[in-house]
């Protein structure tokens, strides 16, 4: 199943929700949903972003999720139970991220280090640079495990798992998230 274009702009601004639950020890931190992931209702649900074959690569998950058109429960709670929970920086969707303003991204950081007083994850791994930079106001960040730490959580950040982002493979994006991971306790 796949969605038409009309779907999918029909889905512009609206909201995932998040994947948060108990015992929650490593939180991914995306940019926002794209349209295809508020069309599916799931987290980086487009088909060629790379997140999952990521969590699968390195560990973290034993199998593949396969989220494109939605996301079943049973892989929701098997993330769930893992500790893993995922969020966005700024909630509302759109084609992609360039479309957000400087402004959604502070407030979009400031919001998520509220709720981990809250949620009180070990890690928080943001995944993208280049938002991390602008909602931290962190213009020399650079990938990797970072000095600072949030309401008690260490962070990364990570490469981006979308498709459109040519710098990263599977196999760099699992080897980093692989590290966050570990950090937090979530791979054998």
């Keep these: 199943m796949g969605f ?18 108990p015992g929650l020890r490593l939180l991914f ?16 649900a487009y088909p060629g972003n790379r997140f999952y074959p990521a969590l699968y690569q390195s560990g973290i998950t034993s199998y593949r999720l396969e989220v494109s058109n939605g996301m079943a429960a049973s ?17 509302r969707a759109t084609a992609r991220a360039d479309e957000l303003e400087r402004g959604e991204l502070i407030a979009g950081a400031r ?21 991390y930079r602008v909602g931290r106001a962190q213009p020399k960040a650079v990938p990797g495990r ?17 498709g459109l982002n040519s710098h990263e493979t599977v196999a760099t994006l699992a080897r980093s998230f692989r590290e966050a991971a570990e950090a937090a306790g979530v791979t054998g």
């Excluded at 919001?111 to 938002?131: D, H, T, Y």
């Excluded at 970072?146 to 979308?162: E, H, I, W």
Aim: with cysteine; proline share 4%; net charge positive.
């Design 4 to 21: 038409t274009r009309t779907e999918l702009e029909a889905c512009r601004d609206q909201t995932v929700p998040d994947l948060i639950g």
């Design 29 to 44: 931190v995306g940019i926002n949903p794209g349209l295809w992931t508020a069309a599916a209702n799931a987290h980086f």
């Design 111 to 131: 919001r998520v280090e509220a709720s981990l007083v809250e949620w009180r994850p070990k890690v928080v791994a943001v995944v993208g640079i280049g938002a």
């Design 146 to 162: 970072q000095s600072v730490r949030l309401s008690g959580a260490d962070v990364f950040v990570l490469g981006n798992p979308s």
């Design 75 to 91: 892989d929701r709670r098997y993330l769930l139970e893992r500790g893993i929970g995922i969020t966005n920086l700024v909630r």
